[in-house]
Nanobody, 121 residues
Framework: QVQLVESGGGLVQAGGSLTLSCAAS????????MGWFRQAPGKQRELVAT???????NYADSVKGRFTISRDNAKNTVYLQMNSLKPEDTAVYYC???????????????WGQGTQVTVSS
């Protein structure tokens, strides 16, 4: 069984910074892609950033230059450093992984439970 556990959300003033962490645990054979999505009230879930096992990174245009994604392959952990936060960054942030489990050798999507990020103006 695979689990993604997030930490690091909270309340911050506009212009501030937060760092999110997400650790994947369980019967993991390989982790192809890890990343972050977010969902604001009344809106669809959207991509924030992803990083592949080889280090290829993709950012949403809205966070380029402000957010930095990184990962520790040995720990199956992904991080999101968020700087210059804006009120419109307020959302529930979900950790994402596209990985292959070692029990059934299936490659599929996994999601964390979500962590709230609130940016006050």
């Amino acid at each position: 069984q695979v689990q993604l556990v997030e930490s690091g959300g909270g309340l911050v003033q506009a212009g501030g910074s937060l760092t999110l962490s997400c650790a994947a645990s369980g019967s993991i054979f390989s982790t192809n892609i890890m990343g972050w999505f977010r969902q604001a009230p009344g809106k669809q879930r959207e991509l924030v950033a992803t990083v592949t096992s080889s280090g290829t990174i993709n950012y949403a245009d809205s966070v380029k230059g402000r957010f930095t994604i990184s990962r520790d392959n040995a720990k199956n952990t992904v991080y999101l450093q968020m700087n210059s936060l804006k009120p419109e960054d307020t959302a529930v942030y979900y950790c994402y992984a596209y990985l292959r489990d070692s029990d059934y050798k299936r490659t599929q999507n996994y999601w964390g439970q979500g962590t709230q990020v609130t940016v006050s103006s």
